[in-house]
């Protein structure tokens, strides 16, 4: 019982030391692939500390409000991405790791933020905050609803559940399945400010969304807020490992042997993954902010169409 | 046929109703006349994988539609494309997303009206028929939101697509019949290469919105 909460708290730290390396690892794949010599792989960690140390500037007419979000934006961000299933599976906290819950949990950070952005006043900050808001009127549905094709598939909404399925005799090759994959990695691609929707590594462009909502924050703030944002990125591609490629994973009833299997396999998955990613970025050019609604719709069609198909894939089972 | 098999085939002709949506998708020329070639290839690998399974004429239906369908009509409109001089744009009648949601509506339709009526029929049959219809739909949808006279000609491609996926479901078409359709198809595109020239010759657009002015339906 008590090794069990103790993996389930060390995955906690896990997902929380593991996230700015990942952001590490995407910049330098991404600068090697423009033929770029990249900032090291532990500069995210660097960037942390020196803006943890550094003053914090407030605006004059700035609320408690925005003062209190970085903190309840990381807070939530870190609980949903604590609550997937990374080495292991069937950890004490799984009954609660139900992805309605982290899409609700990322929803209350959304909100939060874009509260904080609107708090100050500036123009830069209203503008952010109203495009994601756009946004996300798109991408939390077409979320929720490659959620409901993957539950309804699996007979769950619990990612434990759902991992096992996968694994399970039953799951096979389903065009349900594909669809929900391909919106997952839309939504993924919208939520974490990624390449076609917004730029990650920029601060000058007036297309910009999620830098332009944190804008006004400096310091421990800023800190704060990057750290959440790399934690989110970890979380949509631990989410995708684990219901898409499940294997490795280790049952919480297993010894340490398996522990180790799955962290070692963990770690490739999410190599591989962030890798995936960087080429589909330095594939593809933005778009503009105006054709983002259309492609976040695409992802929101293809759940649905995931779902519709469902029907017609349960009759032969 | 074990799991696996029955899972490959329903995975292959969902892939088609997707690239039909990926058709109604397209805004640029080119790009809705590759996906046109993918439709085809989708369309002759389910085919295809199913005379593996169970019945070896329907490889030559898979060949047909491999090759008129994959190679040679999109390689002819591109031509013909090029030498109108069309490859900008299409315009569509209705935007992108409210077509989507109709579209999707349409697949719902043809899903709650084919299984309950197949209901007697085999597994496999039921999905094909089900998925085929959609495309058909999606089809008739493609010939009414677009103006252009190019990708109206896509559209009707796409429907016939879905007729040959109907047709190898219900227990495949005999050889003469599959022939004649898949040459009639090639005439019907000869036929409206030509008229599509004709139509710009004599409207100097082949945007179909010329040919109701002619009629004087509208101003």
């Known amino acids: 019982m008590i090794r069990e909460w103790l993996t389930q708290l060390g995955q906690a730290a896990l997902v929380l030391g593991l996230a700015p390396l990942l952001s590490g690892v995407t910049r330098k794949i991404r600068a090697r692939l423009l033929r770029r010599q990249g900032p090291s792989i532990i500069q995210p960690y660097r960037d942390l500390l020196k803006l943890i140390r550094k003053e914090t500037v407030i605006a004059e007419n700035a609320s408690w409000l925005f003062r209190a979000a970085p903190y309840v934006v990381f807070g939530t961000t870190w609980v949903a991405a604590a609550l997937v299933p990374t080495f292991a599976t069937g950890l004490p906290l799984s009954a609660s ?7 609700a949990l990322l929803g ?3 909100f939060l933020l874009a509260l904080a952005g609107l708090d100050v006043g500036t123009s830069f900050g209203g503008i952010g905050s109203s495009r994601e808001m756009m946004f996300a009127s798109l991408a939390e549905p077409a979320m929720l609803m490659a959620v409901f094709t993957l539950s309804l598939f699996a007979g769950s909404t619990e990612l434990s559940s759902i991992s096992a399925y996968m694994l399970g005799p039953h799951a096979g090759l389903s065009i349900s399945l594909a669809l929900a994959l391909v919106a997952l990695v839309i939504v993924s691609l919208g939520e974490n400010a990624r390449i076609p929707v917004d730029n990650p ?3 000058l462009e007036l297309t910009m969304v999620h830098e332009a909502m944190i804008l006004e924050y400096s310091g421990r703030h800023l800190a704060v807020i990057e750290a959440a944002a790399s934690l989110k990125l970890l979380l949509y591609l631990s989410l995708i490992a684990c219901v898409f490629i499940p294997w490795g994973t280790a049952p919480s ?3 340490t042997v ?3 299997i799955g962290l070692g396999a963990y770690a490739v998955k999410l190599a591989g993954l962030g890798f995936l990613l960087v080429v589909f970025e330095t594939a593809i050019a933005k778009m503009r902010v105006f054709r983002v609604p259309e492609f976040l719709g695409v992802a929101l069609m293809l759940g649905l169409l995931g779902t519709i198909m469902l029907f017609v894939s349960r009759i032969s089972r | 046929m074990t799991a696996l098999d029955g899972d490959i085939a329903h995975l292959l002709a969902g892939s088609l109703v997707l690239v039909s949506f990926l058709l109604l998708y397209q805004d640029r020329m080119f790009a809705l ?3 046109f070639a993918v439709h085809a290839c989708v369309l002759a690998f389910s085919v295809g994988w199913q005379a593996l399974q169970r019945a070896p004429h329907l490889f030559i239906t898979a060949l ?7 190679v040679i009509i999109p390689v002819a409109l591109h031509r013909i494309v090029v030498r109108l001089g069309i490859h900008r744009t299409i315009e569509t009648v209705v935007s992108i997303g409210p077509t989507m949601l109709f579209g999707m509506a349409l697949v719902a339709l043809s899903v709650v009206v084919m299984l309950p009526v197949t209901q007697s029929s085999g597994v496999f049959v039921r999905e094909d028929l089900a998925f085929a219809l959609s495309v058909v739909l999606l089809g008739f949808l493609m010939m009414v939101t677009r103006r252009n006279a190019v990708s109206q000609v896509i559209g009707f491609m796409s429907l016939e697509n879905g007729l040959v996926l109907a047709a190898t479901g219900a227990r495949g078409m005999p050889l003469v019949v599959e022939i004649s359709v898949g040459f009639s198809v090639l005439i019907a595109f000869l036929v409206v290469g030509i008229f599509l020239f004709r139509i710009r010759e004599r ?3 082949v945007d179909l919105q010329a040919l109701d002015m002619a009629r004087g339906e509208s101003a």
């Open chain 1, 97 to 103: 790791a139900d992805l309605i819950v982290i899409v």
């Open chain 1, 201 to 203: 590594a920029t601060h």
């Open chain 1, 108 to 110: 209350t950070a959304r």
């Open chain 2, 203 to 205: 409207f100097d657009t």
């Open chain 1, 253 to 255: 009833t297993d010894g």
């Open chain 2, 33 to 35: 006349l590759n996906f």
């Open chain 1, 258 to 260: 398996a522990y180790a």
């Open chain 2, 64 to 70: 047909i539609a491999l090759v008129f369908k994959g």
